[in-house]
Nanobody, 123 residues
Framework: QVQLVESGGGLVQAGGSLRLSCAAS????????VAWFRQAPGKEREFVGA????????YYGDSVKGRFTISRDNAKKSVYLQMNGLKPEDTAVYYC????????????????WGQGTQVTVSS
């Protein structure tokens, strides 16, 4: 099982950009699919996007398509979430999560989670 640590969150104005990082430790990172989820106060955790083990395939939630991009560097055991065109409704704690095998989009299908990083978008 991998251990995950997110970084890069912060406060940004609407229309701005942030890049989140997810650093993994432990073996076998390249055999894990990695996803980003977010959770706003009072709401359920929401799928943001995910990337396959090789990085060749990416998947996005409807609310972020065209604005967010996920990439990974297996040599650095890291996954990135580039967020452009940020909106106040993107405000949430962002989590990365990993699972061995293929990409899934539901929270319960991931068993390794980071601690989260806060993203706040001001209007």
């Amino acid at each position: 099982q991998v251990q995950l640590v997110e970084s890069g969150g912060g406060l940004v104005q609407a229309g701005g950009s942030l890049r989140l990082s997810c650093a993994a430790s432990g073996g076998g990172f390249s055999s894990y699919s990695v996803a980003w989820f977010r959770q706003a106060p009072g709401k359920e955790r929401e799928f943001v996007g995910a990337i396959s083990r090789s990085g060749n395939s990416t998947y996005y939630g409807d609310s972020v398509k065209g604005r967010f991009t996920i990439s990974r560097d297996n040599a650095k055991k890291s996954v990135y979430l580039q967020m452009n065109g940020l909106k106040p409704e993107d405000t949430a704690v962002y989590y990365c999560a990993a699972r061995p095998g293929i990409v899934r989009t539901r929270v319960r299908e991931y068993d390794s989670w980071g601690q989260g990083t806060q993203v706040t978008v001001s209007s």
